[in-house]
C-alpha cells in the first residue's frame, strides 16, 4: 500500500513540475497568456512587484522584444502577472517603461530548447523602482504618510507631480483613485479640495474638505481650506468662523488672517476687517500685499483718504505692472486731491 501511494505521488509532483510535457507541446499556462505566434512552445511569465515587495495589483503594459521578429505587447491582470507563449530559441527583453512613477526596466532572457528537450518556463519577479521625484520627501509629511497603502501613496505622489505642472484636472484624478484605495486618507481628501479651488470648483472643495475634517476635526490646513472655499461661494458668515477657529490653532497663519479679513470686510465689520488684515501683512509682507488694497477701501469709506492713498500707493509699488495700475494711480490722485 506504501508503495502505491509513494508513486502515485511522483506522478503527481512530476505533473506539477511539468516533467512529462510532450515534446512537440507549448508549456501550460493559465488562461490570458499572450500567444506571441513565433511558432515556438517556450514561455517566459512573471509577476510585476512594487518597491516594498508587494504585488502590483494594476494592470500594466509589457513589451517583448525580439533582435528579428519585432516587438509583442501584452499587459498584466489586476494581480500583477503576466505570460508570453509560443517562443522559440533566441534573444528576448522584457521591457517595462510606460509607468510614470517607476523608473523604467529592462531585463534579457535568453532561451535554448535544444532538440529532443521538453519546452521550458523562464519564470521572472520584476520589482519595480519608484522615480525619484515619485518618493515621498524626508520630514513631518513623511511620517504622517508612513501607515499609507502602497497604491494610494503612488496616487498621491503622482497627482503632487501633476499639480506642479498645473495639470490640476489630472491631478483630481488621481487623488480620487487615491482616496479610492485608502478611504481614510486624510491628507488626499485635503489635497483633493485644494485641487478643486484651482479650478474654481469650490462647492466640490468644501463637500471635500469636510469629509477631511470627519477624519481629523483638528487639522488646520483642512479648516483654512474650508473657510476658504466658502468665502469663494460668498459665503461669509459661513466662512469667519470656520477661519477663526483654524487661526485658533495657528495664529501665524498669514493667509488665514488676509481671508478672515476679506471676509470680515464684505460682512462690513470693517474695525474687525482692518486688524485681521493687518496681522497678514505682518505675517506675510509683500506675499500679503493684496491686503493693500482692502485697507484702501477701508479707509476710503471711514473718509481716511490720506491712509487709503498710502495703501495703494504701497501697492503698486509691491505690484507696479498690475492690470488696472493705471486706474489706481488716478484714484490716487483723486484721494490725495480730496484731503488737500
Known sequence: ????????????????????????????????????????????????????????????????????????VTSTDEYGKFAFQGLVTGEYTIVIDKEKEFEPYRQSVEIRQYRGTAPQNYTLNIRLTLKEETKPKTGVLNAELANIPERALL????????????????????????????????????????????????????????????????????????????FMMER?????????????????????????????????????????????????KEEMKEAHRILAIIYSSRGATTQAADQLETYLKLAPNAPDAEKLRETIRKLRESNP
Open 1 to 72: 500500500m506504501w508503495k502505491r501511494r509513494f508513486f502515485e505521488f511522483l506522478a503527481v509532483a512530476a505533473f506539477a513540475l511539468c516533467v512529462v510535457i510532450p515534446l512537440n507541446a507549448q508549456v501550460f499556462l493559465p488562461p490570458g497568456a499572450t500567444d506571441t505566434g513565433l511558432g515556438g512552445g517556450n514561455a517566459i511569465t512573471g509577476m510585476i512587484l512594487l518597491p516594498n515587495g508587494r504585488p502590483l495589483q494594476r494592470r500594466v503594459n509589457i513589451r517583448l522584444q525580439t533582435s528579428t521578429k519585432g516587438d509583442r
Open 155 to 230: 496616487h498621491y505622489n503622482s497627482a503632487a507631480e501633476l499639480a506642479k505642472k498645473n495639470d490640476h484636472p489630472a491631478a483630481i484624478e488621481e487623488l480620487k483613485l487615491a482616496i479610492k484605495e485608502y478611504p481614510s486618507f486624510m491628507l488626499a481628501l485635503n489635497e483633493l479640495g485644494v485641487q478643486y479651488l484651482k479650478v474654481n470648483q469650490p462647492q466640490n472643495a468644501d463637500e471635500v474638505f469636510q469629509a477631511a475634517l470627519k477624519i481629523d476635526p483638528d487639522a488646520f490646513g483642512a479648516l483654512i481650506n474650508r473657510g476658504i472655499a466658502n
Open 236 to 284: 461669509y458668515g459661513e466662512a469667519v468662523p470656520i477661519l477663526r477657529k483654524a487661526l485658533k490653532k495657528n495664529d501665524q497663519s498669514a493667509v488665514g488672517h488676509y481671508f478672515l479679513g476679506q471676509a470680515l470686510a464684505n460682512l462690513g465689520l470693517f474695525d474687525d476687517a482692518e486688524k485681521a488684515l493687518l496681522a497678514s501683512l505682518a505675517l506675510g
